[in-house]
């Protein structure tokens, strides 16, 4: 008999426990990742305004301990500053219609795609290599690949309501959590296979519902999304676990707005920021 529903796996959690540390000083904090004693986070900025141009965002560095080393990391103004990722020491990051690179020893920009007419609101990002990028725009749907060399970039599918983005580098599967079509908290979680150009984005097998925002890879059979459950952030979040193997889900609740996750690899730390709040929260992973 095929199967109506996903399996939901109600007693299954990549967590130790919950919010062992709560790092606050970041206004609107919407990504996040690890880089050497700290943390790099975009701020959306005082005036949490996702669209505007309006000069209030910027990167803050914030050390392991909690503390806010700096608002404005760099120099660079930004305005709405979303997804952020690093390699080779250079950090990219996603402006509402820029996409742009600094260098984090110098502080120096060294990259800057201006997709201004053309892009809408660009979202989350990762960088795979020092020459490949991928980031999401959340209103157009579009999936971007960027050359960070050349800085040719080209639209390789369409997620309505895109936002973020995972290349699984040992399947070769690039996957791409939504938000739903006008952000109704129906969207899913989709895949495609890199090297078949001709392949859509479609849903995985048993995929959860819900308003999807961050994406990471918490080993090679588990997938973890950040889910708002509604725009406004009234309701409580969820972290969704996707078993690959099992093509099935767990759901674990969290306070409401969790954004872009991420995964500090050498301290197995899930951070989570919490946009609406201010707040990011700082949880242990099962090894």
């Given at each position: 008999m095929k199967k109506l529903f996903p399996l939901v796996l109600l007693f299954s959690s990549p967590f130790l426990s919950y919010s062992q540390?709560?790092?606050?000083g970041v206004p609107s904090p919407e990504?996040?990742?690890a880089y050497k004693d700290g943390y790099f986070v975009s701020s959306i900025g005082q005036k949490l305004a996702a669209v505007d141009k309006d000069g209030d965002g910027a990167i803050a560095f914030v050390d392991k301990a909690g503390n806010v080393k700096s608002q404005r990391y760099f120099d660079e103004v930004l305005n709405a500053p979303k997804g952020i990722d690093i390699v080779n020491n250079?950090?990219?990051v996603a402006d509402i219609d820029h996409l742009k690179g600094f260098d984090i020893a110098t502080k120096k920009k060294i990259f800057d795609l201006n997709l201004e007419?053309?892009?809408?609101?660009?979202n989350d990002v990762y960088a795979v290599n020092d020459s490949l990028l991928f980031v999401t725009d959340s209103f157009t749907g579009d999936v971007l690949q960027v050359n960070l060399s050349s800085g040719q970039y080209k639209s390789i599918g369409t997620v309505?309501?895109?936002n973020g983005v995972l290349f699984d580098k040992k399947s070769g599967i690039l996957y791409v959590c939504s938000m739903g079509e006008q952000f109704n908290a129906q969207g899913k979680l989709y895949s495609k296979k890199l090297s078949d150009h001709a392949a859509a984005f479609a849903p995985v097998e048993g995929s959860p519902v819900g308003l999807f925002d961050g994406i990471v890879q918490v080993d090679d059979q588990r997938i973890m999304l950040s889910d708002w459950q509604g725009i406004d952030?009234?309701?409580p979040g969820n972290l969704v676990t996707y078993h690959i193997g099992k093509k099935s889900y767990t759901r674990k609740e969290v306070k409401h707005s969790p954004a872009d996750i991420a995964i500090d690899k050498?301290?197995?730390m899930l951070l989570v920021p919490r946009l609406l709040d201010g707040e990011i929260d700082v949880a242990a992973l099962e090894k």
């Open positions: 540390k709560v790092i606050t990504s996040i990742i250079q950090l990219y007419g053309k892009a809408q609101l660009l309505t309501g895109a952030g009234s309701k050498k301290a197995r």
